[in-house]
């Protein structure tokens, strides 16, 4: 699936997979560098997530469409929450397919 955030008056256009039931309890965990991007849908709340098992990636945490938080997720976290409440998040891994993605979110050229 496709979708358009807004990012410091840019349009960002990011290809990703909704996670099924299971996917949510694993996301990234154990897969390789050049997996795609993850869309994750749950009800308004704030939960943790941890990056056990998972190489570094972006999360970028959304509440109707918008962007409220995102940070740089480093391997094994035992707990990472954003500032606000959330209704979807997404995982970009750190890989060439996202490089231009991440370096907006993170203000470099290169990754």
Not at 31 to 58: D, Q, V, W, Y
Request: glycine fraction near 6%; include cysteine.
């Amino acid at each position: 699936m496709r979708a358009v955030l807004k990012f410091k008056n840019k349009k960002i256009l990011i290809e990703m997979k909704k996670v099924s039931f299971i996917g949510k309890y694993t996301g990234l965990m154990f897969k390789p560098k050049n997996t795609g991007a993850l869309l994750f849908e749950f009800k308004k709340g704030r939960k943790a997530i941890h990056s056990f098992f998972c190489k570094p990636f972006l999360a970028v945490w959304l509440l109707e469409g918008k962007i409220i938080d995102f940070k740089l997720i480093k391997p094994n976290l035992p707990y990472i929450i954003p500032k606000e409440d959330f209704d979807k998040l997404i995982e970009i891994p750190f890989n060439n397919r996202y490089a231009k993605i991440i370096g907006l979110f993170l203000d470099k050229q290169n990754i």
